[in-house]
């Protein structure tokens, strides 16, 4: 017979006999590679990388940390998303929340850089549509991580306002770009 009691339920979580939600399982997978390709990327064009920065104007240090803040923070929220602790929810959360802030910032930059490069700003087009879908792809990934069914597997989420996480996760994301843009 099967039981559905809430205590039932709490043993099943405790002793780890509790599925892991689909979609939890491939974002952790997801996270997993693109931060392990990242930072192997990053390690591999080292060289390239720092003679990048200076064409950008940005330190190399600055640089070479950003890269590894979203390589490191990927691969670590795949792994507590994976076996299902809050610091992983809380970091893939952040990972999403500092890539909608990213793709934002680059979307506000496109006519700066355009006109630095010698592009022509009216011809922008597609970069303005690939970093805007990003943003709804990113914010889309943190409605599900907020969701009943991903929240329900990190233990004792459920309780959590949502909104002020979320809040707090942009907080930080924002934090971060105005201390990189007052050192840059």
């Known amino acids: 017979m099967l039981d ?12 780890g006999s509790y599925d892991r939600p689909a979609g939890v399982s491939i974002l952790a997978v997801l996270l997993a590679i693109g931060g392990g390709l ?7 064009a080292l060289k390239e990388l720092n003679e990048a920065s200076s064409v950008l104007g940005v330190s190399a240090v600055l640089l070479q940390g950003s890269i590894s803040l979203i390589g ?6 795949a792994v507590g998303m994976w076996i299902g602790k809050k ?27 355009a006109e630095q490069l010698g592009a022509a700003v009216q011809d922008q ?5 690939k970093h805007g879908i990003r943003v709804v792809w990113n914010s889309l990934l943190m409605l599900y991580l907020c ?16 909104w002020k996480a979320v809040l707090i996760v942009f907080a930080v994301s924002i934090l971060i ?3 990189t843009t007052l050192i840059a």
């Open 87 to 113: 610091w992983g929810w809380w970091l893939a959360l952040f990972y999403f929340a500092y890539a909608v802030c990213r793709n934002v910032n680059v979307i506000i930059s496109i006519p700066g850089v």
């Open 38 to 44: 990242l930072l192997f990327t990053q390690l591999t």
């Open 177 to 179: 770009f105005a201390v």
């Open 125 to 129: 087009t597609v970069n303005y549509v």
């Open 4 to 15: 559905l009691s809430p205590n039932n339920q709490k043993e099943k979580i405790i002793n």
């Open 147 to 162: 969701g009943e069914g991903a929240t329900t597997y990190f233990f004792g989420m459920t309780s959590i306002n949502k």
């Open 72 to 77: 490191l923070s990927g691969v670590a929220a």
